[in-house]
Structure formats: structure tokens, C-alpha cells
């Protein structure tokens, strides 16, 4: 599998390393078990050699030592390959096709990448790792050196072998079937879990909790059952398997007592090895099992790292936006069959202000995503700068627009981490912007100033103080075209008004495209394109609009405060 080569080509002589050792230890237990043999015998004949004791006991301190050294490299791998399979799920969704991104459930998406990691953690290290490194040695070193002492008894082990085989198979199939109900009711106990931590209020104030519990509670009772019938199955082969072993031992020793052949020693050392024989096999029993079953996982987890990417990722002309300028020629656009734009035109000139208002579901999101490239259409053409967006690569049409939406985050850091990342910029000039985005007093009040831990380990911002440092790393970009999707939708009219014009002032020689739903906010646009059911209705400047657009003046009134202030003007 690619994914597992992704994995281990990074670390490839520590795995080297890994198998060798784990083969030496069990070179070094079947020797072990072999002197203690000839130590029994010597003991028996009162014929035991100083060498035969000075060899027994260096492979014991031997064995002692790599078993430690072992851990190292063991508890190595096993952590990096569970963090791995994370990260390479962090890297798909930063190139992943935007539409088959949208699809993905958070909740159940979540789930899915932390039981296929722990899958593949599995299959990679608990399955194939163990098979070569430790089962298949054990199981040759022992039948070699039961083969040495009766050749009959390592055939009877061998047929013992079909039978095991034979079992595993027939509670493979009903086994497969109990994991995947297991993580699909986990998915959904995970969306539970996740929606009623983001949505908390609403539940709460809309008593949506009781109805979310009831549903949680009746996926956890499925987990629970289904992994109990799996313990109980894996159990009762563990005691077929283990009554099979004993039935055998049993043979051994009739037929040593019978033929009477063999020295003590040699019965000893062929139960010992009857041991390491099949408890590689039981441990690869439930390996296997757990294998198969983990390969269920496995494939769902691979089922997102084979969604489609975003093919202008990665490839593409590569773009140097010099003026900003963006055409929208004849585009049409459908959600699955949904038609959103038929033939939609329109023309932002460049360092101008164009916003996009209307009702919810007019298009005015599917707009923006389309400018920012995540969204393709379907017919026509979307031109930046004269150039067909389609054929752009998007990584470096990147480097020259940014995007800041009403979901501002706020990292882990201190304040001006939060605005500047890690540019080196005077002070003076972060505490001009939190000025002009209106933050200076929130900043003033702050116990270490700039430095001030804020995020989810210091400081908690309400949604508009979010909104104000969103804006104020725009002063710190040097974006040509700015996109600015309702990002001051949480903050007081008043506040947005102060905000909006220092903004407009410093963004004036860039193209700015504005989404909003409150009208004030877009009223010195150079263009206000009024959008319904995927067409422009109207457009022009906010004046120009409240007169000459029955629609637009619709709007304008629908909102409460605009009413009264329509009233009055
Ligand atoms: N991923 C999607 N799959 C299918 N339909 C979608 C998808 N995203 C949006 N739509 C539909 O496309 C239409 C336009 O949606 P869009 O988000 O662009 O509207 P909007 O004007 O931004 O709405 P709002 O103001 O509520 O954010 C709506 O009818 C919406 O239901």
C-alpha cells in the first residue's frame, strides 16, 4: 500500500534495525531453551560442561539486554506511524477537491481519520511488523529445533497448524461484519459528541441535548455489545486453541513415556518448544483477525485520502496579479444537478470595492469561492488579471489575495503572534492598527500588552473583537484582491462603521470584493451587485440602487434598523 510506503520511507533504517533485533531475540530463545537442555542432560548423566553454563548464561544477560534495547526503536515506531497516518489526513485536506470537502461530516470525518490511523498503526506495525520480525522466526526456530529432536512430533505440530487455520477462517466472517457496525455507531457517537460541544447554546436554549443524548446513548449501548461478542469469540477460540495445545503436549509425553527414547532433558525442551510453536500462532491468530478487521477501518480512512484533489493545487500556470482585475464571462455553475448561475457576468476593475448582498442562498458565498478558485464552473470563464483562472496554478494565485470570513480564528498566542505570525514588525506599528480596527482599549487592558497569551490558553475574545483582529492582519498583507465574507457581521453598527472606513482607506489600491447581509456595511462600494436566485438583479453605487432597484430598496427595508432609518431619510 503507498500510503504505508509514504510511512516507512522515512524512518527506514530504524526499521531495519527494529526486525533485526526482534529476529535476534528469538534466535537467542530457542538457544536459550536449547542449553537449558543440554543442562538437564549434563545434570542427568553428572556429566555438565563449564562451557555449557558459561553459554547459557550469556544468552540469558544476552536475551535481558535486547529485550531493553528493544524498546527504543519499538515504542518509536509504533508513535510515529499513528502520527503519521494523522498528518498525511492534514495534508490531504489541504489539497482535496473543495466540493468533496464540504461533503464530509466534521464530526463522523474526525472519527474516521483517528480509527484509521490506529487501523493502520495496527496492520502496519501490530500485523506486518510482528509477522516478520517475531512470529515467523519463532515458528521456523522452533520446528527446526523440534525436528532435531523428533521429526515425527514437528509433523504433528504442522497438522496442528491446518487446524488452527481452518477455525480462524470460519469466525473471520461473522467477526468482519460486528466491526463495522462498531465504527460506524463510533462515527456517529463521535458527530454526536462533536455537535453538542460546538453547538452548546442551542442545544441548551432549543433543549436539543435530551434528544441528542437519547441518540448517543443508543450508539454507545451498540458499541458496547458488539465489542463484547467480539472479546467473547476471540476468548472461546483462545480456549479451543489452548485445549488443542494441551491435547498435544499430552500425545508428546504418551509417546516419549511409550518409545521411551527421549532424556528428560529433551522432553522438557520439546514442551518448551511445543510452547513457542503455537504461541506465535495464536498470537497470529488474533493478529490476523485484528488485521482484517482493522482493515475495515483501514478503507475508510483510505477513502479520504483518495477523494479527489484540487487539480490547480498542484499544477497550472504559475501567476504574478499585478492589478486585481476580475472578469466573470458567461460562468454557469449547479450543486449536483442544482443550477446556481447561468451565464453570470460581471466585471470588478481593479483596486475598486465590489460587494455582493442579497437573501440566503442567492449565490453570494458560491461567488466568492469561485473567485478564490475552490469552486470551478461548470461553462464559461473566470479571467483574473485577462488570465483564465481554470489554468492558473492556485498556490501561486495565492500569494496574492487573501480571505478573511466571519468565523475569525484565534490561534494559540500571544496577541501579536495573532496578527503579524512570525514577521518581525515595530510595535508602534501593531498598536496603529489595533487602533484603526478599534481594538486599542481591548489591547490597553491586556495584562502583558502585545504579549498577552489570548486564544484558548489566555485571553477569550467575544465574536466582534475576533472579527477586529481578523481585519487587522490584513494591514500586515500584501494581498492584490481581498475578500472579506461577512466579516464584520458580528460587530455593533457603530463599530463596524469606524472599522470599515480605515479599512477602505488602507485596502484603496487593492481590488476588495464584500459579502454582507447588512447593507450599511457595503454603502461605500464602488459596485453593489444585488444578487437573487443566482442573478444579478442590479447593481451599481448604494445611492444610485435605493433609487433606481425595487429589490435592493426591499432589502434595505426588510431590516429593522433600516426601516427606521428609511423612515427618517
Ligand atoms: N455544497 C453544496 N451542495 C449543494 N448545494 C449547495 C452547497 N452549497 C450551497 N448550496 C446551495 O447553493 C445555493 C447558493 O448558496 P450560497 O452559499 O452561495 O448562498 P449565499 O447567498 O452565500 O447564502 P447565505 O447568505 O445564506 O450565506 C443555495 O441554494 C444553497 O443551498
Redesign the pocket.
Known sequence: MNVFYEVIKKKKSLIVLYILTGIVISMLSALSIHYFQRLLDGFGAHALSVSTIVIYSLIMVASCAVNYLDNQPDTKIQNFIYLDLKLLALKKMSTINY?DY??LGMGKLVQQIENGAAAGKNILYGFYFNLVRDIIPNVILSLVFIGMIDLRIMMLVIAGYVIVFFVTNLILKYLYKIKKSILIHEELLNKYLVRGLMELVVFRVNKRFGEELRKSENASEEITDAKTKMVMIHELFFTVFALLVILIKIIVIIYSFISSNLSVGEIVALIAFLDKAYQPIAVFNVLYVQYKLDKVAFERYMDILQLPDDKNLGSGESCAVIEGDIRFAEVDFS??G?E?FKGLSFHIPPKSTAA?V????????????QIAGLIKPDGGRIGIDGKDLSKMNLQSYYDYISYTSQESPVFDGTLKENIVFDSIVPEQDIINVLERVGLKEFYENLPKGLDTQIGERGVMMSGGERQRLALARLYFQKARIVILD?ATSAMDNLTEEYVMENLMEFLKDRTTII?A?RLNTVRNADNIYV?KH?EIAANGRFEDLLQNSSYFKELWNANSHNTVAAMYS
Open positions: 466540493l464540504q461533503k450543486y449536483e442544482n446556481i455582493f442579497g437573501e440566503s442562498g442567492s449565490g453570494k458565498s458560491t461567488i466568492i469561492k461577512e459579502v447581509h444578487l443566482g
